[in-house]
């Protein structure tokens, strides 16, 4: 028991330094670059339309980024452990129709939030148990649950739909108020975002996620509790996405059986153009936030701009293709540099 504890401070505690620190240094420029064109972007806009960046804007611009980056903050977390989770458009369609629900049966505003990130909970469970004991893909298990979850809330929504005139006013309000520029909304936002940021970089069970994802056997050999650390992350996962429900009906005061449609793809377009790899193990959920906020944000520069809204997703696709292929890039850099100081340090012990 002892030496196993020995071994696994040695593997995940102390990381390869060189690696480690190359690595950073990637992400870090990577996400720098992200907030320069993010910056470049509105600031561009802003001269061609005056009124782009008007307290209204910017805090509409926060409003629509706000629920991406919560659930793009749970699925950098499982996409770290080198698995993704499809279902979590779906979770967020049921659990916001689950809190109007609620709150139309005369339920407390609060509570209906609890019944939405609960709910979001149980599928996260869901997911978490069938890809780390029964050991079956993400991607077929969460696709599954995508088209379950989405089953589900057909047969239960049906043809109704949940108004802001059938919401508590205080709930409705909430979804739009804020401090000046800044919504309650995008507070919330950043709160967890920061708590999650943190689990990451300075506990060790954060940690041990990034070295699930760098390689899941070794991790595993270094007695991580690589069952435990993945439910962990789904578990995650399903709560951020069904508090993003409880928030998306606050949002927008309507919901109905297509609520969050097709929403998945945009959340893991976001996690990707973040710097986050796909292949796991790197990037950080501060980059998956402004990979959120460059989305959500192109959604508004191109209507002030005069171009249709349809370009929207041709441009989410390039950029998501950018990302793959920079993070490919990167990846090949990285191994080249590691041979090449492996070699030296080889030729080091020789001589």
């Known amino acids: 028991m002892t030496e196993t504890i020995g071994a696994r401070d040695r593997a995940v505690a102390v990381p390869p330094p060189a690696r480690a620190g190359l690595l950073d240094l990637v992400l870090k420029v990577r996400e720098l670059a992200i907030g320069a064109v993010l910056v470049l972007m509105l600031l561009a806009t802003q001269l061609y339309n005056g009124s782009f960046l008007s307290v209204q804007g910017i805090k509409d611009l926060l409003?629509?980024?706000?629920?991406?980056?919560?659930?793009?903050?749970?699925?950098?977390?499982?996409?770290?452990?080198?698995?993704v989770d499809l279902s979590v458009g779906s979770v967020l369609g049921i659990t916001a129709f689950a809190a109007g629900d609620f709150l139309q049966g005369g339920g407390n505003p609060v509570l209906a939030v609890l019944v939405a990130v609960t709910l979001?909970?149980?599928?996260?469970?869901?997911?978490?148990?069938?890809?780390?004991?029964?050991?079956?893909?993400?991607?077929?298990?969460?696709?599954?649950?995508?088209?379950?979850?989405?089953?589900?809330?057909?047969?239960?929504?049906?043809?109704?739909?949940?108004?802001?005139?059938?919401?508590?006013?205080?709930?409705?309000?909430?979804?739009?108020?804020?401090?000046?520029?800044?919504?309650?909304?995008?507070?919330l936002a950043a709160l967890v975002l920061?708590?999650?940021?943190?689990?990451?970089?300075?506990?060790?069970?954060?940690?041990?996620?990034?070295?699930?994802?760098?390689?899941?056997?070794?991790?595993?050999?270094?007695?991580?509790?690589?069952?435990?650390?993945?439910?962990?992350?789904?578990?995650?996962?399903?709560?951020?996405?069904?508090?993003a429900g409880a928030l998306y009906l606050a949002r927008f005061g309507n919901v109905d059986s297509g609520t969050g449609s097709g929403y998945e793809l945009t959340v893991v377009s976001a996690v990707v153009v973040g710097g986050v790899a796909f292949t796991g193990g790197s990037g950080g959920v501060y980059g998956?936030?402004?990979?959120?906020?460059?989305?959500?944000?192109?959604?508004?520069?191109l209507p002030a701009i005069g171009v249709s809204s349809v370009w929207v997703l041709a441009i989410d696709g390039v950029?998501?293709?950018?990302?793959?292929?920079?993070?490919?890039?990167?990846?090949?850099?990285?191994?080249?540099?590691?041979?090449?100081?492996?070699?030296?340090?080889r030729s080091a012990h020789h001589a």
């Open 194 to 243: 920061a708590v999650v940021a943190y689990y990451l970089r300075s506990y060790r069970s954060g940690r041990e996620l990034y070295a699930l994802g760098s390689s899941p056997e070794a991790a595993r050999l270094a007695g991580v509790p690589v069952r435990r650390r993945l439910l962990a992350a789904y578990v995650l996962c399903g709560a951020l996405a069904g508090l």
């Open 288 to 301: 998956a936030a402004l990979g959120a906020l460059l989305l959500t944000s192109i959604n508004s520069v």
């Open 319 to 345: 950029l998501l293709l950018l990302a793959i292929t920079v993070d490919r890039l990167v990846a090949l850099r990285v191994a080249r540099v590691l041979r090449k100081r492996a070699a030296q340090t």
């Open 63 to 83: 409003l629509n980024a706000a629920i991406l980056v919560l659930v793009a903050t749970g699925q950098a977390v499982v996409v770290i452990t080198r698995n």
């Open 120 to 187: 979001g909970i149980a599928f996260g469970l869901l997911n978490g148990l069938l890809v780390s004991i029964g050991q079956v893909p993400a991607l077929v298990v969460t696709l599954g649950t995508l088209y379950i979850i989405r089953g589900v809330d057909a047969i239960w929504v049906g043809s109704r739909e949940i108004t802001a005139s059938e919401l508590p006013a205080s709930f409705a309000r909430f979804g739009h108020s804020g401090i000046w520029a800044v919504p309650y909304l995008g507070v």
